[in-house]
């Protein structure tokens, strides 16, 4: 229910969340590249139609997620290959705590009094499993690759 009220309008809540991010930990502003050209501010980042596209993605996972929340397993290989994707680019799997964080900042911006200490331990707890198949991309991974 929480996530029909915030999915109708992604790349706005998706800015919410990339937005406090950047305002976390802003060393992670260079590992978003597109045609080798590095964003000076995260405010540039932000307003670039391929970044754009990035967040279009990273709310359609959360989406799979939350559609998928009976049977997460079934995400299991796509997950595990985004982990993958992620490391080879250099994001560190510790980011994912800032990205968690991030996420609650937005769902609380977004729902207001609708965040209760259950939506968010909830959210919490799906958050971490869709990290944990992730985090299995960086461990099958051969080291120094």
């Known amino acids: 229910e929480s996530w029909r009220r915030v999915s109708g309008s992604p790349v706005q809540h998706g800015l ?25 501010s995260p405010q540039e ?20 997620a939350v559609s998928h ?6 995400l299991e290989e796509y997950l595990c290959n985004l982990g993958k994707k992620h490391q080879a680019v250099g994001v560190k799997a510790e980011s994912f705590s800032t990205v968690g964080e991030s996420l609650l900042y937005m769902l609380e911006k977004c729902l207001g ?12 707890k799906l958050y971490s499993a869709v990290v944990k198949a992730m985090r299995r ?9």
């Open 16 to 40: 919410i969340l990339f937005t406090r991010l950047f305002d976390l930990d802003p060393d992670l502003l260079p590992l978003f590249q597109y045609n080798c050209k590095q964003f000076a």
């Open 45 to 64: 980042c932000l307003s670039a139609p391929e970044f754009l596209d990035h967040i279009r993605k990273v709310m359609l996972v959360i989406d799979a």
């Open 69 to 74: 929340l009976e049977n997460l397993s079934c």
């Open 113 to 124: 009094t609708a965040f209760s200490p259950e939506v968010q331990e909830a959210w919490s």
């Open 137 to 145: 991309g960086w461990e099958t991974l051969p080291e120094g690759d």
